[in-house]
């Protein structure tokens, strides 16, 4: 057992199990530090934005390197904020608009492309082999066939629809089951990762 | 019937304290329990291997603290892959709270290959606007990063000399704890034809894996389990594989409780039938 010296080790593991301790009841020890994880995080974020993007992008071209046609920009930023005087906040439109306008059009085509024409290429049935990529090619032919089926609800499920709606929920199942172990997997790697830093780094019982 | 009926109403801090002591005790005692590798996770090590030497991967450390130990050890395999094979490295990061996480790889791992800043790696900080970062990297790195993380002029770094947009970066890899990758795929594959890889949480694994099979991507890391194989790959085990054997034990403590809980659910349930 080697324990860390370190004040900062010795800070993020109290911090820790301030955070542990709400797995057997809420307590003021929690409270306090997931108020402090908030607290934290938004300084830091401040920090990180004035540092990478205000003061490079903005402050310092229009202010020390005095390129003007940043005051462009700079004026729509400042519209932001356009928004805590009541009587003028209608000027937040235009900088909201011109972004959505801007990055929605930039966007749809190649997010067009790629998630709808590539995906639906993909659940074409090749040409007929007795392969594994011609059985994975069908599987998913009918897993998104049926699946679609079971949310079309402008006609009652009866007959083969109701077959082939069942058949759907069967693939939704299987579908939110390999969901739901990786997300055991997910959460359970969270849980070690802070127990090594423990053992590890604060305690040293492991090396 | 009472010990079922027990099972179903069992407290769940007994749950807790049984599933931190499957933890820590294969964290003390190894088991050494085998690593398989995956074919999503051998397909992005052969990407990277095969490339010429001076090929250039971006990095995009693209998740925060919250993903930590799922996502860092990722990021550290890939980026000691790619400087042991004398490849040039670009990282940058696209979620604010990334910086850091990004900075200690970049502080630390060249070092182990004695590489030098601006030549064979460089760090380009946080951008905010994915959108516009993702396209605008496919025009100038230059102009969308006019400066590096450390204030110097990127104009002046010798790494850009022949690197001006995607045409010159052999694979984006994104490591995330969130939709990120899914934008690089979008933007940067849609748009300029960019190989992509990614890294995820196991959460967002399975939601990836659609895009393993179309070649949308070109290899993925699904959660410790993927860093863990990757970790195997380059040799250089760290954090991901010492924690395979807890993560396979608690796995199968928690497969124990769900058998246990359906158990008993039936019993109650068939008792109130009656």
Redesign the interface.
Known sequence: MNISHDPWIWIAAILTLAIFSF??KDNPLYKFAEHLLVGV?VG??IN??WH??AY??VIKPLFIEKNLLTIIPFIFAILYFSILIPKYSYFIRYPIGFLLGA?NG??I???F???IL??T??TILPQFSLSFDFL?SFI?FIGTLTVLIYFFFSLEHKGILRGLSRIGIIFLMI?FG??FG?????R?????????FL?KDWLG??S | MKFLEYLAKIDRRIIYLILVISIIIPLIKPLNLPVGTSHPVKSLFDFIEKQPEGAVILLSVDYDASVYPECHPMARAIARHVLSKNLRLICLTLNPAGTGLALEIITQIPNEYNKKYGEDYVFLGFRPDITATILGLGEDIRKIFPYDYFGNKTDTLKIFKDVKNYDNIALVVSISGSALPVSWIYLARGRYGQDIAAGVTAVMAADYYPYLRTGQFVGLLGGMKGAAEYEKLINKKELATSGMDAISISHILIIIFVIIGNIGYIFVLKRRKK
């Open positions: 797995l057997y995080t830091y974020y990180i934005y990478n993007a490079p992008y990055l930039m966007a085509s190649p997010e492309k790629e998630a590539v995906q290429k993909d994975n998913i579908g390999a969901s990786y997300t055991v997997m997910a359970i790697s969270l849980l070690i990762g802070r127990l090594i053992l019982i492991i």
